[in-house]
């Protein structure tokens, strides 16, 4: 795969190649971490790993490429994986060749690599079954009518997604006053969600209002997503942001620099206990110890009703070098002596005891137990 260079500062424009069709990315954002381009052929992403230094999206082409992609966080954030998911199948669906059988069989296998990549997103799984609910009735079409009815229904799956998030931003605006000064861990704006943002999106909602609010984004170690990509993000939107490290987090709310924590989710359990980023637990007791509140904002694709608990989230083992070794843009450099061992689980869980409140786009779970979490889908 040859990845195109595109300009720092705008997702390329998307033409459909008829006079007068310019299509708007469904992130509704001058940038996007994932848009399947008219056509159904091609997937537009945005490499992740490079940002802040360089602005860079690459044309997918296969589901391997995406499943790849995926595995390396070139895309990350859990609406985005499923999104990104979803416009994998509709590649599948434009390499697969046959008849129904054939065609099924395709399918299956590439929901299968896909659902591999990575195992705690709940929405990863959750948009491949949306999508994949629509092969059986179209596996007797042509090849052109099946990969357009996947691709229709995983553009349905972003839309969604982009309008949950923006709910969620209003929903979730309830809980900051003006003047706050709001920590978030990890990312958890447009390039996680596929437009707006979960935590990022309330932040954003507060700002477009009336109120004033500070940001502070933990460095989010080992790679770095609240320092590279939130960061980013917030100063696009003229977001007052600063940037501390994550053994910071502590002191500050000891000296109440700290007002409010919103985070977001990579899957949630039917009881109310959240698995996010690694060091968000720490947050959370932390939040709880210093008398902050601790908010959690996700879209309802991210509870996962089937797992009771926190301890039956799997929890994704990354390499031991994302940990001894940092990145830079002359090449690796070690921070760890030669031969030092490293652990790096992906995620940590945060006991629902600790969380203030769940804001989905179907309203607020609190106190978080099962029963209010279930009745926002009544």
Not at 46 to 58: A, G, I
Not at 142 to 161: D, I, N, Y
Not at 274 to 295: E, M, Q, R, W
Request: overall charge neutral; proline content about 6%.
């Amino acid at each position: 795969m040859t990845p195109p260079s595109y300009g720092s500062g705008s997702v390329p424009t998307l033409k459909t190649g008829r006079a007068h069709s310019h299509p708007e990315p469904l992130s509704g954002a001058a940038y996007s971490a994932v848009e399947l381009m008219p056509g159904d052929r091609n997937v537009l992403l945005l490499d992740q790993r490079l940002l802040p230094r360089l602005e860079r999206y690459e044309m997918l082409q296969t589901v391997a490429q995406m499943a790849d992609a995926i595995r390396t966080m070139m895309v990350r954030g859990a609406p985005a994986i499923g999104i990104a998911a979803g416009y994998g199948l509709a590649l599948a669906a434009g390499e697969a060749t046959g008849g129904p059988h054939a065609f099924t069989e395709a399918m299956d296998r590439a929901r299968d690599l896909l659902f591999s990549t990575r195992p705690t997103a709940k929405n990863l799984g959750w948009a491949l079954e949306r999508v994949m609910s629509t092969v059986p009735a179209i596996a007797d079409r042509t090849p052109e009518e099946r990969r357009s009815r996947v691709a229709a229904v995983a553009r349905e799956v972003h839309r969604g997604e982009v309008a949950a998030c923006r709910r969620i931003g209003e929903l979730g605006a309830a809980f900051v006053t003006d003047g706050m000064t709001v920590l978030t861990h990890c990312n958890a704006g447009a390039l996680a969600t596929g437009g707006y943002g979960t935590a990022l999106g309330v932040i954003r909602a507060v700002h477009a209002s009336s109120k004033r609010v500070r940001v502070l984004a933990s460095e989010t170690r080992p790679l770095l997503q609240g320092a590279r990509l939130t960061a980013w993000e917030l100063q696009k939107d003229l977001v007052p942001v600063e940037i501390v490290t994550d053994s910071m987090v502590g002191a500050l709310m000891a000296q109440r620099a700290i007002d409010l924590v919103v985070v977001g989710a990579d899957r949630i359990a039917r009881n109310g206990d959240v698995a996010n980023k690694i060091g968000t637990y720490g947050v959370a007791c932390l939040a709880k110890s210093h008398d902050v509140p601790f908010v959690v904002a996700a879209p309802m694709s991210t509870v996962d009703f089937e797992c009771a608990a926190g301890e039956k989230i799997p929890i994704e083992q990354r390499s031991e070098r994302e940990v001894l070794v940092l990145p830079t843009a002359e090449g690796d450099v070690p921070i760890a002596p030669e031969g030092a061992r490293a652990r790096n689980p992906a995620f940590d869980v945060t006991p629902a005891r600790l969380v203030t409140a769940i804001v989905t786009e179907r309203g607020a779970a609190s106190p978080v137990t099962e029963s209010t979490l279930r009745a926002l889908v009544a």
